[in-house]
């Protein structure tokens, strides 16, 4: 089993930035690839960037690519999303997520570990 926790979400301008983290605990955490995703209201849930297990591979959608990082501190079990150039349409409930294995994921049933969620809002 592996227990995620999100943090960092907020309230930001359009244009600024956030860094959104997730922290594991349970199983090694070098052990799996990461995911981020969000939801908007009334929308289903989306995929947003992975990575995988060393760091050294990362992909990302369309919409965020250019503008979004996603890293990992193995040593401190966290994973990272830098956030920069929001846009009002970033507005949403965003989920790291973990699944076994080194490869990287895209699919939310690629995953079967999910945090809480932090709300990341963006005011135009």
């Known amino acids: 089993q592996v227990q995620l926790v999100e943090s960092g979400g907020g309230l930001v301008q359009a244009g600024g930035s956030l860094r959104l983290s997730c922290a594991a605990s349970?199983?090694?955490?070098?052990?799996?690839?990461m995911g981020w995703f969000r939801q908007a209201p009334g929308k289903e849930r989306e995929f947003v960037a992975t990575i995988n297990w060393s760091g050294g591979r990362t992909d990302y959608s369309d919409s965020v690519q250019g503008r979004f990082t996603i890293s990992r501190d193995n040593a401190k079990n966290t994973v990272y999303l830098q956030m920069n150039s929001l846009k009002p349409e970033d507005t949403a409930v965003y989920y790291c997520?973990?699944?076994?294995?080194?490869?990287?994921?895209?699919?939310?049933?690629?995953?079967?570990?999910w945090g809480q969620g932090t709300q990341v809002t963006v005011s135009s």
């Open positions: 349970g199983r090694t955490f070098g052990g799996y690839a």
């Open positions: 997520a973990a699944r076994g294995g080194t490869s990287l994921g895209y699919l939310l049933y690629d995953y079967p570990y």
